[in-house]
Nanobody
Framework: EVQLVESGGGLVQAGGSLRLSCAAS????????IGWFRQAPGKEREGVAA????????YYADFLEGRFTISSDHAKSTVYLQMNSLKPEDTAFYYC?????????????????????WGRGTQVTVSS
C-alpha cells in the first residue's frame, strides 16, 4: 500500500522558515517522482516543487522566486521542502504526492492531475 505522510507544518511569522517532510512507503522510491502542492481556501491546488528520485532533477513554480528547496533522502525514503523567507501568501495546506517516471513528468512536473497518490497534507500558516 502506497503511503505518503507529511509533517513539519505549523505557524510561523513572515520571513521565517519551515521544513516539510514527506515520508514515503509502499513503492520503489527511486523509480518515482514526488511533488509538493498547496491549496489555500477558495483557491485551486497548485504545484510548488517536484523532484525525480531517479535522477535528481528538480522543478519549481515560478512564484517561489528561489525561496523553497526540494530534496530527497533515499536512505529514509523521505522528500523535504525547505521553505525560507515565508510570506503570508504562502499560507495553505501543503500536500506531497507521487507518480511514476513516465516521459510526461519532465514536460509537466507540477500538474496535480498527473500524480497518482497523495498524502493527507499539513497546514502552513504564515502570519504578517
Amino acid at each position: 500500500e502506497v503511503q505518503l505522510v507529511e509533517s513539519g507544518g505549523g505557524l510561523v511569522q513572515a520571513g521565517g522558515s519551515l521544513r516539510l517532510s514527506c515520508a514515503a512507503s509502499g513503492f520503489v522510491f527511486d523509480q518515482n517522482a514526488i511533488g509538493w502542492f498547496r491549496q489555500a481556501p477558495g483557491k485551486e491546488r497548485e504545484g510548488v516543487a517536484a523532484i525525480s528520485n531517479s535522477d535528481g532533477t528538480t522543478y519549481y513554480a515560478d512564484f517561489l522566486e528561489g525561496r523553497f528547496t526540494i530534496s530527497s533522502d533515499h536512505a529514509k525514503s523521505t522528500v523535504y521542502l525547505q521553505m525560507n523567507s515565508l510570506k503570508p501568501e504562502d499560507t495553505a495546506f501543503y500536500y506531497c504526492a507521487t507518480r511514476g517516471m513516465s516521459g510526461t513528468f519532465y514536460e509537466r512536473p507540477l500538474i496535480p492531475e498527473k500524480y497518482d497518490y497523495w498524502g493527507r497534507g499539513t497546514q502552513v500558516t504564515v502570519s504578517s
